[in-house]
T-cell receptor
Framework: DAGVIQSPRHEVTEMGQEVTLRCKPI?????LFWYRQTMMRGLELLIY??????IDDSGMPEDRFSAKMPNASFSTLKIQPSEPRDSAVYFC???WGQGVAEAFFGQGTRLTVV | DQQVKQNSPSLSVQEGRISILNCDYT??????FLWYKKYPAEGPTFLIS?????DKNEDGRFTVFLNKSAKHLSLHIVPSQPGDSAVYFC?????????????FGKGTKLSVKP
């Protein structure tokens, strides 16, 4: 397996524009996580899914953020409208559901909102 | 309030010496702890973990120690190598709650000098 695949790797957008980040988890993993990394707050969990169902979205900063997982092999994180304070690295990760299993991370999407 | 704290943003160590990275947590419900390593422009990768029923877990040059009474864990790297230079994240999980409740610290940047 190629691991968790995220796209794009880098995104530069203007304030107010819609941004969509994409993630393909490792095949067979039934948990998918979206994290955001900033200098101030480190790695924050935004939302996670189990078997394509959102379980906890309490980390989503506000209504401008939304995430979907239409099937087991694809998830999106959307920001609409984007703001400069959304600039960060966004990571997607996936893991097995059986027992305690470490999460495998993608390479991240570096988002810059100008 | 941060539930997982890594109070040292950075650490510099000479090659061949021991690196000790520290982590404190506040939530007594955490029952599993993990360390991740992150190189620039890459996602975090799992390094080592420990269950709350243990006080030590060793894997090659890496050993994690857990002191539950002090709510403290540490990662020891012996001997340190230049390739160990990375950001190390401590993470904690309330497995009894949900697989998804993996909380990260802000990370410690380790520099190993030749």
């Amino acid at each position: 397996d190629a691991g968790v695949i995220q796209s794009p790797r880098h995104e530069v957008t203007e304030m107010g524009q819609e941004v969509t980040l994409r993630c393909k988890p490792i095949s067979g993993h039934d948990y998918l996580f979206w994290y955001r990394q900033t200098m101030m707050r480190g790695l924050e969990l935004l939302i996670y899914f189990n078997n394509n169902v959102p379980i906890d979205d309490s980390g989503m900063p506000e209504d401008r953020f939304s995430a979907k997982m239409p099937n087991a092999s694809f998830s999106t994180l959307k920001i609409q409208p984007s703001e400069p304070r959304d600039s960060a690295v966004y990571f997607c990760a996936s893991s097995w559901g059986q027992g305690v299993a470490e999460a495998f991370f993608g390479q991240g999407t570096r988002l810059t909102v100008v | 309030d941060q539930q997982v704290k890594q109070n040292s943003p950075s650490l510099s160590v000479q090659e061949g010496r021991i690196s000790i990275l520290n982590c404190d947590y506040t939530n007594s419900m955490f029952d599993y702890f993990l360390w991740y390593k992150k190189y620039p422009a890459e996602g975090p990768t799992f390094l080592i973990s420990i269950s709350s029923i243990k006080d030590k877990n060793e894997d090659g040059r890496f050993t994690v120690f857990l002191n539950k009474s002090a709510k403290h864990l540490s990662l020891h790297i012996v001997p340190s190598q230049p390739g160990d230079s990375a950001v190390y994240f401590c993470a904690a999980l309330n497995y009894g709650g949900s697989q998804g409740n993996l909380i990260f610290g802000k990370g410690t940047k380790l520099s190993v000098k030749p």
